[in-house]
């Protein structure tokens, strides 16, 4: 949810400090997209996202004990195209998130980004690439990004970019490589 609202430079998706509190998903796209989520209960879409030809949906956790939850990302991982998977360096090998991302192995590409990054170090890009690779998923990128203190950057309105990590790189990943030939070659 923070990454979101840091792509978003608004506070669009509800954050907690304590433990992820989305319940249900939000979408931000751009104005006019039609979406194929109207069948979820809850969804709130956020037409007004400066990435063309890209939805961003923020899903409840993966390793929720809440059925409903999961039965939520089960389903907006079938209508997916590509799939951020996010963890930071304490869940990025849960069981729970793997069960549900096992039967898109091969179906859909996925961007690993690693969050609350506090200090370069590539010991968990390293392991957390290694099992995936070993368990047959493949990577498009990885990114390590700090989005609580890009989207603080972007609330103060400061060009500064420090102790973001590749946050940065995200953001042209999104808007630039990822253009219509791209997303067609994902699909």
């Known amino acids: 949810s923070t990454l979101l ?25 751009p104005p006019g997209m039609r979406l194929t989520l109207s069948h979820l209960p ?6 007004r996202s ?23 990302v089960e ?3 079938q209508e997916c195209d590509l799939i951020l998977l996010c963890a930071d360096s304490e869940k990025y090998l849960d069981e729970a998130t793997w069960s549900l991302l096992y039967p898109f192995r091969g179906l859909r590409a996925m961007v690993c980004v690693e969050t609350r990054v506090a200090r370069p170090d590539t010991a968990i890009r390293d392991h957390w ?6 368990n047959g998923f493949q990577i498009e990128q990885y990114f390590q990004v700090n989005a609580l203190r890009a989207f603080d950057r972007k609330l103060a309105l400061s060009a500064a970019h420090e102790e973001e990590f590749d946050f940065p ?4 990943f999104l808007r630039h490589e990822l253009d219509r ?7």
């Open 129 to 134: 690439l290694k099992n995936l690779r070993e």
């Open 75 to 77: 389903q907006v991982l």
């Open 5 to 29: 609202n840091a792509l978003a430079g608004d506070q669009i998706a509800e954050t907690s400090e304590m433990r992820p509190c989305t319940s249900t998903p939000t979408v931000y796209h």
């Open 50 to 72: 400066a990435l063309d030809q890209i939805a961003l949906i923020d899903t409840p956790d993966s390793d929720t004990i809440v059925r409903e939850h999961r039965r939520i």
């Open 181 to 187: 030939e791209r997303v067609t070659r994902i699909k």
């Open 169 to 172: 790189a995200l953001e042209r």
């Open 42 to 47: 809850g969804v709130r879409h956020v037409a």
